[in-house]
């Protein structure tokens, strides 16, 4: 099928899908201590709050991305964002842990509604845009990640942390709305069944290609979500005692390096997806010499976070279009498959940093930083020609996929 250029209210549209979609699963991260005592939840098991919606977003990629190769996609995001806002909702009027961590993980997965948004730019946009257009739409994400800190930090101080799912659950409800009637129709002419699509995810992983990229966002995500699960309880202890409001502006950095990255997408139309990667994953080991100084110097750590997120976003953004490329005639499985890795990673991080902070102090979780970070360099660094061979020669992938 012929595609033509995108419209910006388009792209605009599915950006802000992506944002509040993935807020839906993070926009707890500043707030952490403040749930976890009110719902009593020991500082241990913190991290939980973010691996819940996590790995509710693990079994969506699984199971409900893949409707995008078969299903109309404007109907889908519709409908999964109409029940992000009820998972929300749930989360908001929680009496008690169980309830709250159930909320979460129903939103997390319908919010892949983030991969279909994705998928369907991927799929309406000219292959000499394709990069442009996924690095503002995927821009979304960055803003519904970081940017919900920022806010969530200001809500949670004037009316409660509650608040915050409210407010989310109610933007979910707009979006589905606005999705359904202003999207054109994705009408699919595949004739494929529910079980055939599923088998051919599961092919991917073991296409050298694939697999490749996908580590590298397994350890990417992990090395993010170990930064952003943990770093609201050293700053809310001695020496900085700061408030959730004051966390949540560490968004603001985050926000920055990530939007300077925004252009990546365009380096991949030139061709550069492999060594705009490389460039990112050792800025992003670069980042933890930074962060790690937390303890003791707040400029230091901001620097950290520009870097660390400058570097998540570029990669991800050419993961993302070195993957649709290889793969163009499956974007929701392959984008689904490849999200899978993801959804680990952070689940790892989030769970992971809380409970190294709680025994060791900030040192565990910057150990731990470093090493993902390094794992995914490493990863980047055995697998150049394969991933080179495989954009390269697109139809060759297809034809080993099949």
């Not at 977003?57 to 078969?70: E, H």
């Not at 404007?74 to 169980?98: D, K, M």
């Amino acid at each position: 099928m012929e595609v033509g250029p995108v419209h910006w209210r388009t792209r605009l549209l599915l950006a802000a899908v992506c944002g509040v979609a993935v807020a839906s699963v993070y926009a707890g991260q500043p707030v952490l201590g403040v749930m976890g005592g009110d719902l009593g939840v020991p500082v241990d098991s913190l991290g939980w709050f973010v691996a819940a919606g996590q790995l509710g977003y693990l079994a969506g990629l699984v199971l409900l991305v893949p409707l995008g190769d078969m299903l109309d996609r404007r109907r889908l995001i519709a409908a999964h964002l109409a029940l992000v806002a009820a998972g929300t909702a749930v989360t908001a009027v929680a009496p008690g842990a169980w309830a709250a961590f159930s909320g979460l993980a129903a939103a997390g997965v319908f919010a892949v509604v983030v991969q279909t948004a994705v998928a369907y730019t991927a799929s309406i946009s000219p292959p000499a845009e394709r990069g442009r257009n996924l690095g503002i739409v995927t821009s979304g994400v960055v803003i519904g990640i970081l940017g919900a800190r920022i806010v969530a930090g200001v809500l949670a101080d004037v009316w409660g942390w509650r608040s915050i799912y409210l407010v989310l659950a109610a933007l979910a409800g707009v979006l589905a709305l606005l999705s359904l009637t202003s999207l054109p129709a994705d009408a699919r002419t595949d004739t494929a069944r529910y079980g055939q699509v599923l088998r051919s995810l599961g092919g991917l992983f073991v296409q050298p290609v694939f697999l490749g990229r996908g580590l590298i966002a397994f350890f990417l995500f992990a090395s993010f979500g170990t930064l952003w699960s943990g770093m609201a309880l050293p700053l809310a202890g001695e020496p900085w005692h700061l408030t959730e409001a004051q966390i949540g502006l560490f968004g603001v950095a985050g926000l920055a390096g990530a939007l300077g990255a925004a252009r990546s997408g365009r380096w991949g139309d030139a061709g550069h997806a492999r060594l705009v990667t490389g460039i990112a994953l050792a800025l992003l080991v670069a980042s933890w010499a930074a962060i790690g100084q937390l303890p003791w110097s707040l400029p230091l750590l901001v620097l950290g976070v520009v870097l660390l997120d400058f570097a998540v976003q570029a990669v991800h953004v050419s993961n993302q279009h070195t993957l649709t490329t290889a793969y163009p005639d499956r974007t929701s499985t392959t984008i689904g498959a490849y999200m899978v890795f993801y959804s680990l990673g952070s689940a790892l991080g989030a769970a992971a940093t809380t409970a190294l902070f709680d025994a060791t102090g900030w040192i565990g979780p910057t150990v731990l930083g470093t090493t993902l970070a390094l794992c995914a360099l490493a990863t980047w660094a055995v697998t150049p020609r394969v991933a080179g061979r495989a954009v390269r020669r697109p139809r060759l992938a297809q034809a080993e996929k099949v």
